[in-house]
């Protein structure tokens, strides 16, 4: 899936679904996608409307911001920077944002 196509309508209905990621040092683990939501837009902005992915990993195995192939069963491979942003809000692992702007 290319970045610059994706809007908030593509991962909406995929929250609570997995997505693998590789990390080369860390290895292989499920996020979960917990949250997708709009995000308010500026004056004179983006080409599209920006919205927010939250995830949620294992509270074992952290990762450091930078870029991750996801890889999704139905979006298949995106390319996303993502945030570490601490504990999930429901407390039950680790949090990571992605902006799309």
Known sequence: MDHGDVCLADFAPHVGSSFRVVHPEAGVASLELSGAEPLRAWPGAPRRDPFSLVFRGP???GLPQGTFV???ESLGSLS???VPIG????GRG??????FN
């Open 59 to 61: 509270a074992s195995y």
């Open 70 to 72: 996801l890889e999704h």
């Open 80 to 82: 996303l920077f993502l």
């Open 87 to 90: 504990p999930a809000r429901d």
């Open 94 to 99: 680790f949090g990571y944002q992605a902006i």
